[in-house]
């Protein structure tokens, strides 16, 4: 499916799957806003998708700020007055080595940029997404906030970000379902983070190989391209 005339933002888009979605949505039509809590790193991924024939804007997002949360929605409504896609994809991920090993300070930041930021943004460009005939949230909660899962060597606090990511798109999706808005959740494993812009993103994919970025676009990418009858309300993927 094409998604020409699609306004998406993505969050956490200056790098890692972020930039990777961003990219290949605009290569299917879409016009992205992206964020990270760099300006310079978004500002760099606007440009490769301009320099590919895109359309993107770039704008600076620190999720655990929720006076930077406001700004930059208030900054997309000057541009657009509409998104049809909202993808909660900002989340900073946590490996400090064991439970203790972290300081406070990278435990709270975690939880906030992930947790209470992807509430905020929702929040913030809500208003933005109900001026669309075709409003989707997408957000990349990851099999850490699958119950039971225990396989990743990911912090105490990222699973703690990601589970309240989980609880919240669960209720949101029930409370503005009857208000036409669909949110989808993926619970992707870790996966191998291609590059768009080389080869091996089109490689070809086959049973036993690792997932792949692509796979996790293309998962996003079907969602939302679904007729509005169709919802699609979470992805689990399982973890070889």
Known sequence: MRFDGYRVVVTGAGRGFGRSLAIALSRDGAEVFLSAR???????????????????????CDLADPESVREFATTVGEVTDAVDVLVNNGAPYLD???????????????????????????????PLLLRSPRPDIVTMVSGCGEYGNHRSEAH????????????????????????????????????DDTDPLGPAWDAERSDGDALTARSVADCVMFAIGQPRDCYIKSFYFEQA
């Open 38 to 60: 760099d300006f310079r790193a978004a500002e760099t991924v606007a440009e490769e998708v301009r320099h590919a024939g895109g359309r993107a804007h770039a704008f600076e």
């Open 96 to 126: 400090a080595g064991g439970f203790l090993e972290a300081d406070d300070a990278q435990v709270a930041a975690t939880i906030a940029a992930g947790a209470t930021g992807t509430v905020l943004a929702t929040k913030a460009l809500l």
């Open 156 to 191: 105490e606090a990222f699973y703690a970000a990601k589970a309240a990511q989980s609880g919240f798109t669960e209720v949101l999706s029930k409370r503005l379902r009857p208000q036409g808005v669909r949110v989808i959740s993926l619970y992707p494993p870790d996966f």
